[in-house]
């Protein structure tokens, strides 16, 4: 039977006909107190975010469903939703995968079979004969077969065949099983008579990013997300713990100051855009039921639309977390994040239970209280650039339909200076706020004129083609880069690109490969730096919060794997905007590009533009040694 994902997923319509799970859910499904605390049919206004996990499990192109969830989200019981919609509209076998056989019976005889002789539609496909109902197996009337199977049993998962396999709580399941495979891949098997419409749903509460849950999320090609409307200006979001905002106690006991939340209950959401609060009760009540999903690179406008191609591939991942559920408040959330700081095991069930997020051991954290006062004290001001400094690197994170920038000074012993930053929409604006910008050099002894970029590093990871010709405009000054996905000789390789622009020619791009876990540990000595009494990494005045915040968006961690422990750079919460992080770590690799450790001490360079005739005031001074060029010569030096 053919199937459609729901408009607010892709740019289509919901036909009439097939019936999707969550209209299923909607028209048949009755809860029992034995299944949960709301008996009564089922209601989406009661967990709106689970609508489009029911009917991701429904769309012909999804081969498999990889659900990420904070506890008791009610995320499972949207899983036996689909169960009844499969045993109800298409009953081909299914099997049920839980971690252990006391648990899977314990599950099979509270929730499933309740959920067959409760609900009137499959109540009338239940058997008399009580061998079609227990609790290792059901089977109804129609020819639909539910089987149940555990983690630590092979035979249970390499028995008959089956269209659907459901693995819940995964992160739970047997690591290994005798000379066997692993039960997701053991199920996985299963599948193979309905390869071209078989489905795999593997949903747990995660643990570390060694999780069996963590690696299928970051395996999918597809990623979606729940967005929704902020009930003041309309802008769609996702719902992120950072912009959860209250006025910290005045009590240094973390369980004081937890109490004091939960009883002032004076804790509001503020909207990343009009920066408005949206407070508990109705109004989050209301953002909570405009809930759609999109993936990152989709745009979800105001009236709810979608716009934007849907990902290539068949592996989903989808993500929820306890601000999407409408029966937890914005002031429970802050109170258990207040009561879990400075304990490891409280704070990792907060991440785990709480944030649906993986948790590792962090051994490193910029503070967004770091930046703040850098900026507080600084005295430079923007688009000005120190007298110390002898290059001037420009740096770029490509978006969408956006770009980031930053434009730094460097100095002897790798000393620099925030000249300036933001956002530009085109490659004409960017190159006009960088290398064609005359930026006004600082001094109260001469007129030293003015100083542009002498290089712009720029991330190729995203709109590659459209950077690659970007780079052909000016292949010397414009220096193309990506992330490589494994450990190099050295922290920057160069690799030879042939790239063949839409009707021309194949023309060679040079593109250097950046091991940025290396450039990101640089960016953070360099940021905690001192040299006698005085910083080495500065900011200029003009910093606002969300540099601060931007730059606080990640943490150095203890990763812990199969393959034994390492440490990694990874986001401190999910959706976290790290954009303006990662442009000044391209500075930091621009850096080293231009030779900036070759630079000579401060009073050189004075002594060299003293000695230099003295410019006009709009032309762009670079400083040579003898005729190099320091800012500009790393061809020939790295």
């Given at each position: 039977?053919?199937?459609?994902?729901?408009?607010?997923?892709?740019?289509?319509?919901?036909?009439?006909?097939?019936?999707?799970?969550?209209?299923w859910?909607?028209?048949?499904?009755?809860?029992?107190?034995?299944?949960?605390?709301r008996?009564?049919?089922?209601?989406?206004?009661?967990?709106?975010?689970?609508?489009?996990?029911?009917?991701?499990?429904?769309?012909?192109?999804?081969?498999?469903?990889?659900?990420?969830?904070?506890?008791?989200?009610?995320?499972?019981?949207?899983?036996?939703?689909?169960?009844?919609?499969?045993?109800?509209?298409?009953?081909?076998?299914?099997?049920?995968?839980?971690?252990?056989?006391?648990?899977?019976?314990?599950?099979?005889?509270?929730?499933?079979?309740?959920?067959?002789?409760?609900?009137?539609?499959?109540?009338?496909?239940?058997?008399?004969?009580?061998?079609?109902?227990?609790?290792?197996?059901?089977?109804?009337?129609?020819?639909?077969?539910?089987?149940?199977?555990?983690?630590?049993?092979?035979?249970?998962?390499?028995?008959?065949?089956?269209?659907?396999?459901?693995n819940?709580?995964v992160?739970?399941?047997?690591e290994?099983?005798?000379?066997?495979?692993?039960?997701?891949?053991?199920?996985?098997?299963r599948?193979q008579?309905?390869?071209?419409?078989?489905?795999?749903?593997?949903?747990?509460?995660?643990?570390?990013?060694?999780?069996?849950?963590?690696?299928?999320?970051?395996?999918?090609?597809?990623?979606?997300?729940?967005?929704?409307?902020?009930?003041?200006?309309?802008?769609?979001?996702?719902?992120?713990?950072?912009?959860?905002?209250?006025?910290?106690?005045?009590?240094?006991?973390?369980?004081?100051?937890?109490?004091?939340?939960?009883?002032?209950?004076?804790?509001?959401?503020?909207?990343?855009?009009?920066k408005?609060?949206?407070?508990?009760?109705?109004?989050r009540?209301?953002?909570?039921?405009?809930?759609?999903?999109?993936?990152?690179?989709?745009?979800?406008?105001?009236?709810?639309?979608?716009?934007?191609?849907?990902?290539?591939?068949?592996?989903?991942?989808?993500?929820?977390?306890?601000?999407?559920?409408?029966?937890?408040?914005?002031?429970?959330?802050?109170?258990?994040?207040?009561?879990?700081?400075?304990?490891?095991?409280?704070?990792?069930?907060?991440?785990?239970?709480?944030?649906?997020e993986?948790?590792?051991?962090?051994?490193?954290?910029?503070?967004?209280?770091?930046f703040?006062?850098?900026?507080d004290?600084s005295?430079?001001?923007?688009?000005?650039?120190?007298?110390?400094?002898?290059?001037?690197?420009?740096?770029?994170?490509?978006?969408?339909?956006?770009?980031?920038?930053?434009?730094?000074?460097w100095?002897?012993?790798?000393?620099?200076?925030?000249v300036?930053?933001?956002?530009?929409?085109?490659?004409?604006?960017?190159?006009?706020?960088?290398?064609?910008?005359?930026?006004?050099?600082?001094?109260?002894?001469?007129?030293?004129?003015?100083?542009?970029?002498?290089?712009?590093?720029?991330?190729?990871?995203?709109?590659?083609?459209?950077?690659?010709?970007?780079?052909?405009?000016?292949?010397?000054?414009?220096?193309?880069?990506?992330?490589?996905?494994?450990?190099?000789?050295?922290?920057?390789?160069?690799?030879?690109?042939?790239?063949?622009?839409?009707?021309?020619?194949?023309?060679?791009?040079?593109?250097?490969?950046?091991?940025?876990?290396?450039?990101?540990?640089?960016?953070?000595?360099f940021i905690?730096?001192?040299?006698?009494?005085?910083e080495?990494?500065?900011?200029?005045?003009?910093?606002?919060?969300?540099?601060?915040?931007?730059?606080?968006?990640?943490?150095?961690?203890?990763?812990?794997?199969?393959?034994g422990?390492?440490?990694?750079?990874?986001?401190?919460?999910?959706?976290?905007?790290?954009?303006?992080?990662?442009?000044?770590?391209?500075?930091?690799?621009?850096?080293?590009?231009?030779?900036?450790?070759?630079?000579?001490?401060?009073?050189?360079?004075?002594?060299?533009?003293?000695?230099?005739?003295?410019?006009?005031?709009?032309?762009?001074?670079?400083?040579?040694?003898?005729?190099?060029?320091?800012?500009?010569?790393?061809?020939?030096?790295?």
């Amino acid at each position: 039977m053919p199937k459609t994902f729901p408009s607010y997923v892709v740019n289509s319509v919901i036909p009439e006909e097939p019936m999707l799970p969550s209209e299923w859910a909607k028209k048949f499904r009755t809860l029992t107190r034995k299944q949960s605390a709301r008996p009564g049919r089922w209601h989406h206004e009661n967990s709106p975010a689970t609508v489009g996990i029911m009917d991701a499990c429904a769309h012909e192109g999804v081969e498999e469903i990889n659900l990420v969830k904070a506890a008791q989200m009610g995320g499972s019981e949207a899983i036996r939703n689909v169960i009844g919609y499969y045993a109800h509209q298409e009953p081909d076998p299914v099997l049920l995968v839980l971690p252990n056989e006391q648990f899977g019976r314990r599950i099979m005889g509270r929730r499933i079979i309740p959920l067959f002789n409760d609900t009137p539609s499959l109540r009338k496909l239940v058997s008399d004969r009580a061998t079609d109902t227990q609790l290792s197996q059901i089977a109804l009337l129609n020819g639909f077969v539910l089987s149940l199977g555990w983690s630590g049993s092979p035979a249970t998962l390499a028995a008959d065949p089956a269209r659907i396999v459901i693995n819940d709580e995964v992160d739970k399941f047997t690591e290994w099983v005798g000379r066997e495979s692993d039960p997701i891949s053991l199920g996985y098997v299963r599948t193979q008579t309905f390869e071209d419409s078989r489905l795999i749903i593997n949903l747990s509460t995660p643990t570390t990013s060694a999780g069996l849950i963590s690696q299928r999320f970051e395996g999918s090609p597809i990623k979606l997300y729940p967005r929704f409307a902020c009930p003041l200006c309309g802008t769609y979001q996702r719902i992120q713990f950072p912009q959860i905002k209250w006025n910290a106690p005045d009590e240094s006991d973390p369980d004081n100051a937890a109490a004091h939340i939960e009883h002032q209950k004076d804790v509001w959401y503020e909207c990343e855009n009009c920066k408005k609060h949206i407070e508990d009760g109705q109004p989050r009540h209301d953002m909570l039921q405009t809930c759609v999903w999109a993936s990152d690179d989709q745009v979800v406008r105001k009236d709810g639309q979608i716009r934007g191609d849907w990902p290539v591939g068949k592996r989903v991942g989808m993500h929820i977390w306890s601000a999407h559920a409408t029966w937890i408040k914005w002031w429970q959330i802050a109170a258990e994040f207040v009561r879990s700081k400075g304990d490891t095991i409280r704070m990792q069930n907060f991440r785990n239970s709480w944030l649906g997020e993986p948790f590792e051991e962090q051994i490193a954290s910029p503070k967004r209280s770091t930046f703040s006062v850098k900026r507080d004290s600084s005295k430079h001001n923007e688009k000005v650039v120190p007298s110390w400094s002898g290059a001037l690197i420009a740096s770029a994170d490509v978006q969408k339909d956006h770009f980031w920038y930053v434009v730094r000074a460097w100095g002897s012993d790798f000393r620099s200076q925030l000249v300036r930053y933001g956002t530009v929409r085109t490659f004409d604006e960017l190159r006009a706020v960088t290398l064609d910008q005359a930026y006004q050099i600082d001094t109260i002894e001469a007129n030293y004129g003015s100083a542009s970029p002498s290089l712009l590093v720029i991330d190729s990871g995203d709109r590659t083609d459209e950077v690659y010709q970007f780079a052909l405009t000016d292949p010397d000054r414009i220096i193309p880069t990506k992330g490589a996905s494994q450990q190099q000789r050295s922290p920057i390789s160069y690799r030879r690109i042939s790239y063949q622009p839409a009707g021309r020619s194949a023309i060679q791009v040079m593109l250097h490969m950046v091991d940025t876990n290396f450039y990101k540990d640089r960016l953070a000595r360099f940021i905690g730096e001192e040299e006698n009494g005085e910083e080495k990494w500065l900011l200029n005045t003009s910093v606002d919060d969300e540099y601060c915040h931007q730059m606080a968006s990640e943490h150095k961690v203890m990763v812990r794997s199969r393959t034994g422990p390492r440490v990694d750079w990874r986001p401190v919460s999910s959706g976290i905007a790290n954009h303006i992080w990662d442009t000044e770590v391209l500075n930091v690799v621009g850096a080293d590009i231009a030779n900036v450790g070759l630079l000579p001490d401060e009073g050189t360079i004075r002594k060299a533009r003293q000695s230099s005739p003295q410019p006009k005031a709009d032309s762009q001074w670079r400083p040579n040694d003898s005729g190099g060029n320091w800012a500009t010569s790393y061809k020939k030096k790295w």
